[in-house]
């Protein structure tokens, strides 16, 4: 990174974001990280009146890089809003999509002629086998509870 916080080729970040972050130089971001870094180590070394050159070239390079930082992360957390609205919409296309094939199988089961027969014949098999059920001994109400069990059971 150059004098200024600009990007020079070659220098580090790489990721697209830090270059962005790197390249973006948000004076009023600057300013408030440094007046916040001047206040706290003027607090913690019990220091009055201006700071030695030293200390105040160490603050601003320290606040240019924590501006750039923050940058870098709003930039990010826009990019990540952005991309989940965008994903979003594509989820709910793709879950439309499944439940208009889900539409259409069911009509298309309904206008089978042979439906009518298969529900007919299920049927059937339910009252053998709760007729076999209160033949073993089981009570009316025990062998529709067997049976609505059972249902439930194959259909997890």
Not at 91 to 105: G, P, T
Not at 131 to 138: E, K, N, R, S, T
């Amino acid at each position: 990174m150059g004098r200024g916080g600009r990007f020079i080729p070659g220098s580090e970040p790489t990721d697209i974001a830090g270059r962005i972050a790197a390249t973006v130089s948000v004076g009023s971001v600057e300013y408030n990280k440094r007046k916040d870094v001047e206040a706290k180590v003027k607090s913690q070394l019990g220091l009055q009146g201006e700071l030695p050159a030293d200390v105040k070239e160490a603050i601003d390079s320290v606040s240019k890089a924590s501006a750039a930082k923050a940058v870098q992360l709003s930039v990010v957390q826009a990019a990540q809003d952005s991309a989940r609205d965008i994903s979003r919409g594509a989820r709910l296309d793709l879950f439309d999509d499944k439940i208009k094939v889900a539409a259409d199988s069911i009509r298309h089961i309904g206008a089978s002629s042979d439906v009518d027969e298969v529900l007919t014949q299920r049927a059937q098999l339910l009252a053998k086998k709760k007729q076999a059920l209160v033949a073993a001994g089981f009570s009316d109400e025990e062998a529709m509870q067997i049976l609505l069990a059972d249902i439930s059971a194959r259909q997890h």
